[in-house]
């Protein structure tokens, strides 16, 4: 059974950094896409920022770009998610997933694993 399981959320304020992790078990993933998505209350699930398969492509939400870091560990079967210079709209929680096919993908429909969610909220 596919487990993707995300952990790293939490608290902080304004400017400061997190960073998200997201361990896959039941398969290995290293031909697969990753990527990361988040929801706001009240908002529809938006993407953040996609890595192919052996790292060398990377896409971003433009609202992230510049701040946010996504890498991945295939010996380790985890990506994660680098976030510095956090903003108070980074609030949400944060879903990582995994595509069947290999490159980076930016709508949720391309993904066919997802994790449970972390949340994130920042002060200002």
């Known amino acids: 059974q596919v487990q993707l399981v995300e952990s790293g959320g939490g608290l902080v304020q304004a400017g400061d950094s997190l960073r998200l992790s997201c361990a896959a078990s039941g398969r290995t993933f290293r031909d697969s896409g990753m990527g990361w998505f988040r929801q706001a209350p009240g908002k529809e699930r938006e993407f953040v920022s996609a890595?192919?398969?052996?790292?060398?492509?990377?896409s971003y939400a433009r609202s992230v770009e510049g701040r946010f870091t996504i890498s991945r560990d295939n010996a380790k079967n985890t990506q994660y998610l680098q976030m510095n210079n956090l903003k108070p709209e980074d609030k949400a929680i944060y879903y990582c997933?995994?595509?069947?096919?290999?490159?980076?993908?930016?709508?949720?429909?391309?993904?066919?694993?997802w994790g449970q969610g972390t949340q994130v909220t920042v002060s200002s």
């Open positions: 997933a995994v595509a069947s096919l290999e490159s980076t993908y930016r709508t949720a429909t391309s993904y066919t694993y």
């Open positions: 890595i192919n398969w052996n790292g060398a492509s990377t």
